[in-house]
Nanobody, 119 residues
Framework: EVQLQASGGGLVQPGGSLRLSCVAS????????MSWLRQAPGKKPEWVSG????????YYVDSVKGRFTISRDNAKNTVVLQMNSLKPEDTAVYYC????????????WGQGTLVTVSS
């Protein structure tokens, strides 16, 4: 059974930090590009960050560059999103997703973890 188990969300004040983790099982994690996407209330899902399966290249949406860092540990089947300097507009449900061919078509999705940035 394929699973992507995301965790680490919560309530944080503006300027604070959170670390999201996503643990994969049931597929060959190292062969998949991994992404984090988010969906804010009343808005469409937005791709946030991705990391390639091969060379580990990383990519970010402009709004999080310099604040968020994505990383992966293939030995632990885990992808992490370190989020610093959080802003209220970062409030959303965050999802991890797996993409086999790097085309932005996600074969697997996690269940989501809620991040709320508020004072």
């Amino acid at each position: 059974e394929v699973q992507l188990q995301a965790s680490g969300g919560g309530l944080v004040q503006p300027g604070g930090s959170l670390r999201l983790s996503c643990v994969a099982s049931g597929f060959t994690f190292e062969n998949y590009d991994m992404s984090w996407l988010r969906q804010a209330p009343g808005k469409k899902p937005e791709w946030v960050s991705g990391i390639k399966s091969g060379d580990g290249s990383t990519y970010y949406v402009d709004s999080v560059k310099g604040r968020f860092t994505i990383s992966r540990d293939n030995a632990k089947n885990t992808v992490v999103l370190q989020m610093n300097s959080l802003k209220p507009e970062d409030t959303a449900v965050y999802y991890c997703a797996a993409d086999r061919y790097g085309l932005g078509t996600y074969a697997y999705w996690g269940q989501g973890t809620l991040v709320t940035v508020s004072s």
